[in-house]
Antibody, heavy 115, light 107 residues
């Protein structure tokens, strides 16, 4: 069974940092690009970042470019999102999703940026 | 960036109704489009990919059509479990972009 499990969310002050993780199982992780998608409370879905299967190619939304860094460890089947200089508008549930038309999604982890 | 315009933003319908949701891309995306269903407090779930391919396990009352810039998701006979929010998303280029969502509510 394909599974994605996010962790690392929580409450952080504006300007702070947080690292999210996404543990994958049930498919050949290294052969799939992966994305992060977020959803602010009561809002729609916003794509945040993506990384190629080997980790050599990365993409970012303009709203997070220069502040967030996506990475992966294929030996651990794990995807990461390092979030720095966090702002109130980064408050959202963060999902990881497997490219290939997002055939799998995690359950999400809530990030709250507030003083 | 490719803009995805989804309509309507919400609709009210009854069990058994035929429901149609439209998604328009600001430029041609071939058939690189997915449709997702999301229920409150849950992660999105893929229904359709490559514009018209039904995800395994999804009931055949869901159909997707279109290519280029105009796409449609149709629910042929709405069931109680179908009341949810639906999103389209283009997978043609980065940044990936979503439609604004359509909330299907009970009439």
């Amino acid at each position: 069974e394909v599974q994605l499990l996010e962790s690392g969310g929580g409450l952080v002050q504006p300007g702070g940092s947080l690292r999210l993780s996404c543990a994958a199982s049930g498919f050949t992780f290294s052969t799939y690009a992966m994305s992060w998608v977020r959803q602010a409370p009561g809002r729609g879905l916003e794509w945040v970042s993506a990384i190629g299967g080997s980790g050599g190619t990365t993409y970012y939304a303009d709203s997070v470019k220069g502040r967030f860094t996506v990475s992966r460890d294929n030996s651990k089947n794990t995807l990461y999102l390092q979030m720095n200089s966090l702002r109130a508008e980064d408050t959202a549930v963060y999902y990881c999703a497997a490219e290939g038309y997002f055939f799998a999604w995690g359950q999400g982890t809530l990030v709250t940026v507030s003083s | 960036d490719i803009q995805m315009t989804q309509s309507p933003s919400s609709l009210s319908a009854s069990v058994g109704d035929r429901v149609t949701i439209t998604c328009r891309a600001s430029q041609g995306i071939r058939n690189d489009l997915g449709w997702y269903q999301q229920k409150p407090g849950k992660a999105p779930k893929r229904l359709i990919y490559a514009a018209s391919t039904l995800q395994s396990g999804v009931p055949p009352r869901f159909t997707g059509s279109g290519s280029g810039t105009e796409f449609t998701l149709t629910i042929s006979s709405l069931q109680p479990e179908d009341f949810a929010t639906y999103f389209c998303q283009q997978h043609n280029t980065f940044p990936r972009t979503f439609g604004q969502g359509t909330q299907v509510q009970v009439k």
